[in-house]
């Protein structure tokens, strides 16, 4: 009688600490002013990065931020709309399908960006580079309902970069994301152990 044993499907944290992970990770950022919180991707290491991303919110149009893990193609930063691997689509990615236009701050300063979604061999390219910086990252995609956006950050062009209303965010207020669900880091050293990148 074999007495191999299956391999054990990966768990997800309890949603309850993925949420927690998030906050702190933001306390953090406020509190030490961007000093902690955000970090370069490190292509060696097959480590994401972090951002800080800001939208317009699509019921009020206040400005909403939140931290994403991101790699850079390019001139492009691409993250994932993946919510902590929770069923709803992040409340970020459903502000910017309704306004692309963000800002981003990063480690090394601020950018203007425009989203959309990659798709065909675009989308599996970068997926596939997801799955080189993300563990299980197939296994905990296929428990949500629909399928992931890539999420492909452009710099915004010059000639809407100045009217463009994904202004800067510091100073304005942020309060929570639009939507049923927060965003955040849902996992590294900045967002506890949740795996992934972004939310």
């Known amino acids: 009688m074999s007495s191999e044993k299956k391999p054990k499907s990966p768990r997800l944290p309890p949603r309850w600490f993925i949420r927690t992970a998030w906050c702190v990770h933001r306390g953090l950022y406020r ?9 370069r991707p490190d292509d060696e290491a097959d480590k994401w990065g972090t951002l800080r991303l800001t939208t317009t919110g699509r019921r009020t149009g206040r400005q ?11 001139p492009n930063l691409v993250t994932l ?22 800002t981003l701050e990063l480690v090394d300063g601020t950018r203007l960006v425009r989203a959309r979604a990659a798709t065909g061999d675009e989308r599996e390219r970068l997926w596939s580079r997801w799955r080189e ?3 299980h990252l197939d296994t905990f995609a296929a428990r949500r309902p629909s399928e992931t956006a890539v999420v492909v950050l452009e710099p915004r ?18 309060g ?11 996992g590294g050293s900045g967002g506890g152990s949740a795996p992934g990148p972004a939310a």
């Open 31 to 39: 509190v030490f002013r961007g000093r902690i919180g955000l970090w």
């Open 64 to 74: 909403r931020s939140v931290i994403v893990g991101y790699f850079e193609d390019g």
């Open 81 to 102: 709309a993946m919510n902590g691997w929770g069923a709803a689509e992040p409340a970020w990615w459903l502000n910017l399908l309704a306004d692309p236009d963000a």
């Open 133 to 135: 910086v993300t563990e």
């Open 157 to 174: 062009p010059a000639d809407t970069a100045d009217g463009g209303s994904g202004g800067g965010s510091e100073g304005r207020p942020e």
């Open 176 to 186: 929570r994301s639009e939507g049923r669900s927060e965003g955040g880091l849902d």
